[in-house]
């Protein structure tokens, strides 16, 4: 099994956290999303999204797209589940996780930013504080729902690790790197820190990859 | 079973074919996007994120994300199906339905915008052009996908309707509504084109709902 790979990429740290959860290291191969490599004709014919993460499975089936990837993990290792049996549960566990996925990271991946800034002369500071509001009503809304809801319990699916835990983790971690915080949502910090003490899920964390800065 | 809506809504179109083709009508609840209504109190109860579709099951399950109530609706009534049953081919529709769910779509729904508009000054053509460019893009994927992969068949995945197609069919109506076309993508206009004859899709179309403007 293989992955491409880039330490700062959120959509890689997700699948990473699903594959660390289940015990599977596959081989790491890193595109540079900051140097473009992504654009390159070779990885492009990998994926024509020019987007990580894309796994290959040892069968040769090549998958992308950070949610199909973690359904697929875990239909096809299933061992420790990341998503409850029961539809409802099942459809609760997706919708939290397309909180992220769909509503929230789409806006503030490089090729967003970049183009907010050549084609409406966003100045960085403008662009940092656009990634900080649709990741803060993110948080807005995933503190609604998590509070409200009888169903969150330790994690935000009951009281085991699932793949919305793993979209939140991604999410809260993000708004770090445009210089957010989550102190002020107390159910998803309750949550996301509990998380963040799972060994697997630390070992997952973006600044703890290779290439990744090192802490001043 | 109930389901909040609105005319223009992709989101909601989608989960209206997935609904027609199950043969399944929920009574349905107009929340007009234009006018703002999903910023409501009582609606903001409903759906913290204040986005439609959210659809209530008989038992009173709440249902919010495009994404997630297909796939609950394919899991709790299976007949006819939507997603394929093997692992890697059901990560192959939900990548290809993530692209416009999680890539595309998140970019032109209109809390975006306007917010482009207030945050940066972009004017009606600007966003016009904003909303080309990623659905653009979008279809520039799907094409280098799905004519190169012979997973691709009559649909998007094979010789059966899936959710893959769905997610194509409202990223291919939703770029009319943005002055743009499919008509140079051949895969994907062929696929669109044979989805669209289909009664069951043809009758869910946005322009075919209550509240939608009129033919000139």
Not at 162 to 180: K, M, N, P, Q, W
């Amino acid at each position: 099994m293989k992955i491409f790979t880039f330490w700062r990429s959120l959509a890689t740290y997700r699948v990473r956290m699903a594959l660390n959860l289940k015990g599977m290291k596959p081989e790491e191969i890193t595109v540079d999303l900051f140097a473009g490599h992504q654009m390159k004709p070779e990885f492009a014919a990998v994926n024509p999204m020019k987007a990580i993460p894309v796994l290959i499975d040892d069968d040769g089936t090549t998958l992308h797209q950070s949610m199909a990837i973690m359904e697929y993990l875990d239909e096809k290792y299933p061992i420790p589940p990341l998503m409850p049996r029961d539809p409802a549960g099942r459809a609760r566990v997706r919708a939290l996780s397309m909180m992220t996925v769909a509503d929230a990271h789409p806006l503030v991946v490089p090729r967003i930013r970049s183009d907010l800034a050549s084609r409406f002369g966003a100045s960085p500071e403008q662009v940092t504080k656009w990634a900080q509001h649709w990741l803060g009503s993110g948080l807005d809304a995933y503190e609604a729902m998590l509070s409200r809801d009888k169903a969150t319990g330790d994690y935000c699916h009951g009281d085991k690790i699932t793949l919305a835990d793993i979209c939140l983790v991604s999410h809260c971690v993000g708004i770090r790197f445009f210089e957010g915080t989550y102190d002020h949502h107390p159910t998803v910090k309750r949550i996301v820190d509990l998380c963040l003490a799972d060994e697997a899920i630390a070992r997952a964390h973006p600044l703890k990859q290779p290439g990744a800065p090192k802490p001043a």
